[in-house]
């Protein structure tokens, strides 16, 4: 368990740093209307992959060990891969119609190019985390590593021999997920199952909606919650003003994504694992001491992140991006809402019961559809109208959860968490330094990415 805990650490800390490079040169290499292109673009992509993929994903997730067990994994794997295919052809044809009507302002070339990179990364966000699933740990980490450098390596490679335009840094995304998804596969392939002779099992489609169904309405409004808003910012500042904005989002965004993914892919096969044939006051136990672990170290990212960004976006945003810091700090409260809501829907999965926790995300997205189109904002109450969204939703999704299972906030291990992060706070906060490339700033980083590393050492000791 330590060995593996080890190896998706280190993974994840190269990963941050590949992930921050990318951000630091499409900052740098990329116009500012084509930068606010991605991310229109990618906000398309993500409607699609939330509201079809990644609930049959989950689905898939849930099975995998006991398709793996009865030898179908495989054949599993396959029927998933023709779904997402399936969605890519529907997204395409979808875009070109919302395009017609002037729904969205993009044309029918980009619309193939979202649907080719709903394919290739949602084919591998499948293979990839499967082979995490079944404790493959070294694959995982590598092929995910692969796939962030070459996305980044052949998007630079096409940027320079052709132009720098978000349609060539999509095409080194796409041809990378292609590629180490290719490698995935064929690695799975390799894998011996438990047993030796296949079980024919019949995928009961029926059960498939009913898993998935709910929780594509809920993932619909976690869109736009979470992305979704871009396209009426778009419409109302244009694409500059977005890409301000999401370069601000971003960072924070980008941090606690693989916090988040690094963390629940250790303690999520686990959980499920342990709640196996337990009854309701066991699952909730099972699920609090997942609570205790994961909480403290969202909150502890948050405190020292806010106050440390301001030295920290130097390195990883262009110089034209350096004021995006304000956006960013609301961002790091956006992110931990989202993080904090993420963990306690989770006992929706539990319990069985997907369709519970919809009306949270419902509530939410509407308060932020009435914020952004029936009051006035400007763009940095836009950021604080966000921020409250996702707060809503995290207050109501814990007040659902408790009727589900009886939840024990860790209280005590909060004020812990405030108490060893002050010093750090304290130093960053009375640190006053240019905004800008230097030793300080290089120094500063480093005390920033020890005081994570450091989280991250005590939680794998109190686990063991």
């Known amino acids: 368990m330590k060995n593996d805990f080890v190896i998706l650490l280190l993974g994840r800390i190269i990963q941050i740093g590949i992930v921050l490079i990318s951000l630091r040169v499409s900052t740098t290499v990329l116009p500012e209307s084509e930068l606010?292109?991605?991310?229109?673009?990618?906000?398309?992509?993500g409607l699609f992959s939330l509201f079809l993929i990644n609930p049959v994903g989950q689905y898939f997730n849930r099975n995998t060990n006991k398709w793996f067990s009865n030898g179908v994994?495989?054949?599993?794997?396959?029927?998933q891969v023709k779904y997402i295919f399936?969605?890519?052809?529907?997204?395409?044809?979808?875009?070109?119609?919302?395009?017609?009507?002037?729904?969205?302002?993009?044309?029918?070339?980009?619309a193939l190019e979202i649907s080719f990179l709903i394919f290739a990364m949602s084919l591998n966000q499948t293979i990839l985390p499967l082979l995490n699933m079944l404790n493959k740990r070294k694959a995982f980490?590598?092929?995910?590593?692969?796939?962030?450098?070459?996305?980044?390596?052949?998007s630079l490679i096409l940027i320079y021999i052709f132009e720098a335009t978000a349609k060539f840094w999509f095409i080194g995304i796409i041809a990378s997920n292609l590629i180490f998804s290719l490698y995935g596969y064929l690695y799975l392939r390799q894998i011996k199952?438990?047993?030796?002779?296949?079980?024919?099992?019949?995928?009961?489609?029926v059960e498939v909606i009913k898993f998935a169904l709910p929780i594509s309405i809920a993932t619909f409004f976690m869109w736009y919650l979470s992305s979704g808003y871009r396209i009426e910012v778009e419409k109302q500042y244009g694409l500059v003003f977005l890409a301000s904005l999401g370069v601000g989002l971003a960072?924070?965004?980008?941090?606690?994504?693989?916090?988040?993914?690094?963390?629940?892919?250790?303690?999520?096969?686990?959980?499920?694992?342990?709640?196996?044939?337990?009854?309701k006051i066991g699952r909730a136990f099972e699920f609090n001491r997942y609570l205790y672990l994961m909480l403290p170290i969202y909150f502890s990212?948050?405190?020292v992140t806010t106050v440390a960004i301001k030295n920290l976006l130097p390195f990883v945003v262009g110089d034209k991006y350096y004021s995006v810091y304000v956006f960013s700090f609301f961002g790091i409260w956006i992110e931990f809402s989202r993080v904090t809501s993420n963990i306690f829907s989770v006992v929706s999965q539990i319990e069985n019961k997907t369709n519970y926790f919809v009306p949270s995300y419902i509530i939410s997205a509407l308060f932020l559809f009435i914020g952004l189109n029936f009051f006035d904002y400007n763009q940095n109450k836009l950021c604080l109208i966000i921020l409250v969204a996702n707060i809503i939703n995290m207050i109501v999704i814990y007040l659902l959860s408790n009727r589900l299972l009886r939840i024990s906030i860790p209280y005590l291990n909060l004020i812990k968490v405030i108490l060893y992060t002050l010093p750090s706070m304290m130093f960053f906060g009375l640190i006053q330094v240019q905004q800008q490339l230097s030793i300080v700033n290089f120094f500063l980083l480093r005390i920033w990415r020890f005081i994570i590393f450091r989280g991250y050492v005590c939680l794998l000791e109190n686990k063991q």
């Open 36 to 45: 606010g292109s991605i991310y229109y673009l990618t906000t398309l992509q």
């Open 73 to 79: 994994i495989v054949k599993c794997f396959t029927n």
């Open 86 to 110: 399936l969605v890519a052809v529907i997204s395409s044809i979808t875009l070109i119609v919302l395009s017609r009507c002037n729904v969205i302002n993009i044309g029918s070339s980009i």
């Open 141 to 154: 980490v590598v092929f995910n590593l692969f796939t962030a450098l070459f996305s980044l390596l052949i």
């Open 193 to 205: 199952c438990s047993s030796n002779k296949a079980t024919e099992i019949k995928q009961n489609i």
């Open 251 to 279: 960072v924070s965004n980008q941090i606690f994504n693989i916090i988040e993914s690094l963390l629940t892919q250790y303690f999520i096969p686990t959980l499920y694992r342990n709640i196996e044939g337990k009854d």
């Open 301 to 303: 990212t948050a405190l």
